[in-house]
């Protein structure tokens, strides 16, 4: 509080002035402890309650300040007024992340990474939770324990289990396309500031005259990809655990920026009714060539934290958390996150979890939610706690008023029955990205991480397991499935025979 009078005295929280911080007061100069050193206790009770509950995934992580500048008009696209004039700044703070790991896991793990942008806007904040990948391992929210589950630790043994992973990804085709990209050595980032970011979702823009489009959000890293190989990730671990959080925070405070270009794809709901796959199925990507990228602005980070724990672990993103101009799509996996994010917040720091300085909108916010944990922001004061009243003229206003959607006849189901090509083509954007964008070295690069990857499962079914991602491997593309194959020691023929079994 600035009210309080500034002193160099080493005090307990509630203020009174130690007189000793070296020794505790006992009966006698040897006798026992006495219960009334209060300091002591004050102490020992605190540092026993300093660990509050880790994220459940995306632990391990580092933030940043920053500031988004836009550089590109897309008002015709959307009415967000962070994007109302070209040169408008907006604070940003971000968070870095691996995503299986524990707190104090490595850096350098093969691992997508967590690349979530909070928008300090006028309009309220705006949190973009995306990763460095654009597609996800599931398109389905009720899967996503599950899969999480087979990316933590066994409840056996307590280790991480690559059974467990590639019994999963082989059962869940779906997952294919992320794996692929995970198995690249874009699955080993050198640090955070060498890799993209996606949105990954299909979000909406509405403009002024409530047109509304849908969009995906990229972030192009201005320093270009680099990437660690397997042998590099594996050095970098045993060298620096905290490799990328160390990278981030010496190049920001040398006054060396990372930057991202904030770029986007933009679909009509026209152009969407017609595609002959969902737009909204998170393990796909909208190709660039129909969906070019189109310019907005650009992202820098320049300020550190000066503190870990009160800005970056206590930070919380929600994909709920959108403003005027930019809202959901049907994508299941973006609904699923709506609900999951402010209720894990809920837990993890409290019912006020957005009154910690890191996650507060810095400009007015009006509701009639009261009380609850660590209530800190006067909570109303004397205002009215209800509504309607006869006291305030806090009101809604309906220039925020978003455009209904329309739905088909099929959308209270569970099963995508629309798509021409069928909601189970996980080969050909897979194809496409080994066999048309990946160079020989990166493809060769991809073969071996597969094949070190797959190695690692050597428990129960480890044969029926490793047969069953191959036969998705030959559907991605014969070579690659081949010489995984070869690399695990595995006769081609007899899985080819599986495959046309399988087949009839
Ligand atoms: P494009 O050639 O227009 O785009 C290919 C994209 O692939 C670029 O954005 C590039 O990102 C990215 N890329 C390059 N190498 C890798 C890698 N090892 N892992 C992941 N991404 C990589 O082709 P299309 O848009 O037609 O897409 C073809 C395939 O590319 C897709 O099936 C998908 O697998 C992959 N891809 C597509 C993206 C999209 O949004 N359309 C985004 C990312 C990947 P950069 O140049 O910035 O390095
Ligand atoms: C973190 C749930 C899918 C990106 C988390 C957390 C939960 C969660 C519970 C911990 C949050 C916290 O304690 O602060 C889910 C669910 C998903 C899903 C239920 C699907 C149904 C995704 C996808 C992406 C993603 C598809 C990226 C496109 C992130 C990121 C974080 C995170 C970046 C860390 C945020 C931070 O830095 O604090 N997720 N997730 N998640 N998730 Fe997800």
Not at 382 to 401: G, L
Request: aromatic share 12%; proline share 5%.
């Amino acid at each position: 509080m600035s009210d309080q009078k500034k002193h160099n005295k080493l005090t307990t929280a509630s203020g009174r002035i130690y007189v000793e911080n070296d020794n505790t007061k006992t009966v006698g100069p040897r006798g026992p402890v006495l219960v009334e050193d209060y300091i002591l206790h004050e102490k020992m009770a605190h540092f026993n309650r300093e660990r509050i509950p880790e994220r459940v995934m995306h632990a391990k992580g580092s933030g940043a300040y920053g500031v988004f500048t836009v550089t590109n008009d897309i008002s015709k696209y959307t009415k967000a007024k962070l994007f109302n004039k070209i040169g408008k700044k907006t604070k940003v703070f971000v968070r870095f992340s691996t995503v299986g790991g524990e707190k104090g896991s490595a850096d350098t793990e093969r691992d997508p990474r967590g690349f979530a942008v909070k928008f300090y806007t006028e309009d309220g904040n705006w949190d973009l939770v995306g990763n460095n990948t654009p597609i996800f391992f599931i398109k389905d929210p009720k899967k996503f324990s599950d899969f999480i589950h087979t990316q933590k630790r066994d409840p056996y043994t307590n280790m991480k289990s690559p059974t467990m992973m590639w019994d999963f990804w082989s059962l869940m085709p779906e997952s294919l396309h992320q794996v692929l990209i995970l198995m690249s050595d874009r699955g080993t980032p050198y640090g955070y500031r060498y890799m993209n970011g996606y949105g990954s979702h299909t979000f909406s823009m509405v403009n002024d005259k409530n047109d509304k489009v849908w969009v995906k959000f990229h972030f192009k890293t201005e320093q270009g990809i680099k990437n660690f190989t397997s042998e590099e990730a594996v050095e970098m671990k045993a060298k620096d655990m905290d490799f990328a959080q160390r990278d981030l925070l010496e190049a920001i405070d040398k006054g060396d920026f990372p930057k991202w270009q904030l770029k986007i794809q933009v679909m009509t709901e026209d152009q969407a009714r017609h595609l002959d796959f969902n737009p909204f199925d998170l393990t796909k990507v909208w190709p660039h060539g129909d969906f070019p990228l189109i310019e907005v602005g650009e992202l820098e980070l320049n300020q550190d934290p000066d503190n870990y724990f009160q800005e970056v672990e206590q930070s919380a993103f929600a994909p709920a958390h959108v403003v005027d101009g930019i809202g959901y799509s049907p994508d299941k996996m973006l609904q699923g996150r709506i609900l999951s994010y402010p209720d894990t917040h809920r837990y993890r720091l409290g019912a006020n979890y957005e009154q910690i300085p890191v996650n507060r909108c810095p400009f007015a916010v009006n509701n009639y939610d009261r009380d609850g944990l660590m209530r800190i922001d006067g909570n109303g004061g004397r205002k009215s706690n209800y509504y309607p009243n006869s006291f305030d003229d806090i009101e809604v206003d309906k220039e925020y008023y978003e455009p209904s959607e329309a739905l088909d006849d099929n959308i209270a189901d569970w099963y995508d029955r629309n798509s021409k090509i069928g909601g189970n083509d996980h080969y050909s954007q897979a194809r496409a990205l080994f066999r048309d964008i990946m160079n020989l070295e990166e493809q060769d690069n991809t073969i071996a991480n597969t094949i070190e990857a797959m190695s690692g499962n050597s428990g129960p079914k480890r044969e029926e397991i490793i047969y069953r991602q191959l036969c998705h491997w030959f559907r991605v593309d014969e070579e690659f499935g081949s010489r995984v194959a070869d690399g695990l020691g595995v006769d081609v023929n007899s899985v080819m025979a599986s495959m046309n079994a399988a087949h009839g």
